[in-house]
């Protein structure tokens, strides 16, 4: 078995081998062309279609220029995928966005909206997603915060 899938679960690595099986490509990287975009789209929609989400889309006039994905639990909202167009940054549509967005979320019973973290430690992007919740300190930095010191411990010592 190759070095790379040591760590997966047993599962997966039978999941792999079958696709392996019958699968013939895969487009990534420079191979993906415009279509593939529409490919992409039509297919998270339908694995989205599974899924309590929301779309959010934010117009100027009649031009989208802000969007937001949010997958939905009872409680718990994650905003999962959002941009703005850069051209209409200035316009702060997306801080707006997320100020409306928590006014429907609470509207629908939802406690928690998770934005994520940032790349790094109090990175812009942190600071931005922690300015809308000023009393909230939540350390989640992507791979820098160890959720269970005692089993990091454990395997870095092995």
Not at 16 to 35: D, F, H, N, P, T
Not at 53 to 69: A, C, K, V
Not at 97 to 117: A, D
Request: charged fraction near 20%.
């Amino acid at each position: 078995m190759d070095k790379k899938f040591i760590e997966l679960a047993i599962n997966l690595t039978d999941s792999i081998a079958s696709a392996l099986k019958q699968l013939i490509q895969i487009y990534y990287g420079e191979s993906i062309r415009k279509e593939h975009i529409s490919i992409f789209y039509n297919i998270y929609i339908s694995s989205m279609e599974r899924n309590n989400i929301l779309i959010s889309i934010t117009y100027l006039e009649d031009i989208p220029i802000s969007s937001e994905f949010v997958l939905l639990g009872p409680k718990i909202a994650y905003g999962f995928l959002w941009g703005t167009l850069k051209e209409y940054y200035s316009l702060n549509a997306n801080t707006f966005q997320r100020g409306q967005l928590i006014n429907l979320l609470y509207s629908k019973g939802v406690e928690i909206y998770s934005m994520g973290g940032g790349a790094s430690k109090y990175d812009s992007i942190y600071k931005y997603k922690l300015g809308f919740s000023r009393n909230c300190n939540n350390p989640f930095f992507i791979g820098t915060y160890v959720h269970r010191p005692d089993i990091y411990q454990v395997i870095k010592n092995q």
